[in-house]
């Protein structure tokens, strides 16, 4: 039942472009920390999930959505 939670409010966050630009910068920022300051044997996967998360967040908020289908004539 959460995990459902979290998707539909990702899901209706995607649907607003500015506020999903920056939450992906606020990923990105903290994501390259963990991958160039942190010595912790994890921190670098840690580092590299949540900032290829920023980015596709980034990506959507500047590009926007695709549309699910095309209709072609």
Known sequence: MALRRVR?????????RL?????GLALV????WLEFGSD???ASGLGL?????GIALIWTG???LRPDWIDSD
């Open 29 to 32: 920022i903290p994501a390259a």
């Open 49 to 53: 999930v949540i900032g290829a998360t």
């Open 8 to 16: 539909g409010v990702l899901l209706r966050l995607v649907r607003r």
């Open 40 to 42: 912790l044997w994890w």
């Open 19 to 23: 506020m999903t630009t920056v939450l």
């Open 62 to 64: 500047v590009f926007g």
